[in-house]
């Protein structure tokens, strides 16, 4: 009798085979007759946490992922908002600048008369023992002129260049200008000193003469580069000096210098 190798390949493959097919019957059978669903049951309860526990982690990590891109997309979304915004203010910052501007030329026009006087504008643009204005020369700005802010008078020129001039305030001690006060109980005279620091002295007044605190104060117009009757400040304090032929007061302005947007040149 002839042996055959491939007879001992092909009868364990036969076997295996009806083993599988015996086994699905089986199944089959056990599953018509719902023998299956105990195991079924133990086989979800066992396996339902794993597949819980796997969506979850895939869930968070979705979330994660999904977080982290969000974060990134508002970061850039706030960076863009932060460059409008900052647009935004400086454009309300100019435009607000331009409406004080313009409303200081409208207001301007209401206590000097533009047919009377030549006023040209300028900005202040520094200030320390001197207040430095932008126009000078190119506008036909000289020394000697003087500068006012509505009825008020703010300082004169004393020296120009081509696109500044630096004007010299009534707080300067090289500042003298002739100057009256009125008020209920009368009018006294004398000369507005400036002094070191912001205080203004209202010297060379008669003991007969009346003054009192809240007096304005106005310039007499005697210097010739200086208009009668603008407003030089108000009385805070009156020096009687009963020894002297002459008492003083103290004057404060009536503005606050760096307050101002623009002040206005007296042209000839």
């Known amino acids: 009798m002839l042996y055959c190798p491939s007879m001992d390949r092909v009868i364990p493959n036969l ?3 009806l083993i599988l097919v015996s086994i699905s019957i089986l199944f089959l059978i056990f599953d018509h007759y719902h023998l299956l669903i105990f195991p079924q049951r133990l086989v979800s309860y066992i396996t339902n946490p794993i597949s819980f526990g796997l969506y979850q982690t895939n869930k968070n990590i979705g979330s994660q992922f999904g977080f982290a891109f969000t974060l990134r997309a508002s970061s850039q979304e706030n960076k863009a908002l932060k460059e409008q915004l900052g647009l935004l203010l400086s454009e309300n910052a100019r435009i607000r600048k331009q409406l004080a501007e313009t409303q200081s030329v409208v207001s301007q026009q209401k206590y000097l008369d533009p047919s009377t006087y030549n006023l040209l504008p300028a900005r202040p643009v520094g200030l320390s023992r001197y207040l430095k204005i932008d126009q000078g020369t190119n506008v036909g700005f000289k020394t000697g002129q003087t500068v006012v802010f509505n009825d008020n008078y703010v300082g004169k020129i004393i020296s120009v260049s081509e696109r500044a001039s630096n004007v010299q305030l009534m707080a300067d001690p090289d500042s003298k200008v002739a100057a009256f006060s009125q008020g209920l109980e ?10 070191f620091g912001s205080e203004i002295l209202f010297d060379k007044i008669l003991h007969e003469e009346k003054i009192n605190v809240g007096d304005l104060v106005y310039s007499e117009g005697t210097e010739g580069f200086l208009p009668r009757g603008l407003i030089l400040g108000r009385v805070t304090k009156v020096l009687e000096r009963e020894n002297e032929i002459f008492k003083q007061a103290k004057v404060q302005p009536n503005f606050n210098i760096s307050d101002l947007d623009l002040v206005f040149v007296i042209q000839e």
């Open 15 to 17: 076997r295996l085979f």
């Open 186 to 195: 009368g009018k006294a005279k004398g000369v507005l000193i400036g002094q």
